[in-house]
């Protein structure tokens, strides 16, 4: 009984993160949330919770499909660290608008590019410097 009530428990608390991160970009997206000062700490709370949240999901579903393909695992860090560059490089020539209206959106968008940093750093690091190291 035990295993159907963690079953259950784990359905319910992947359903509540994804609905959340889902929530959150499709009012981010479409300019829904408010900037105003007074709901600022809320907002940011919310979009760190959810870009964390899509971290989580993404490393799940990374490290059960596609961490031992080789092909899969090049595509997917390919598309992070293209993402970097891409992100930078449209802020560079003011294609990014920081007007009140989207700054939730890029806001979100950059914390991802940022943590996309961090997770390419600690893949090369496991890939290439831990293992010299063990063997």
Partial sequence: MEIQTKKLTKKILTFLVIGNTVLFLLLAYFHLLSAEA??????????????????????????QYLSRS??????LLSVVFANIPFFLLLAYFDR?????????FVDFWGRITVYSLWVLSYELYR????????A
């Fill in 38 to 63: 007074k709901d600022a700490v809320f907002i940011d709370f919310w979009g760190r919770f959810t870009v964390y949240s899509l971290w989580f999901i993404g490393f799940v579903a990374y490290e």
């Fill in 70 to 75: 080789k092909w899969g695992r090049a595509l």
């Fill in 96 to 104: 990014i608008s920081n007007a009140p209206e989207s700054i939730v």
């Fill in 127 to 134: 890939k290439y410097v831990e293992t010299e190291q063990s």
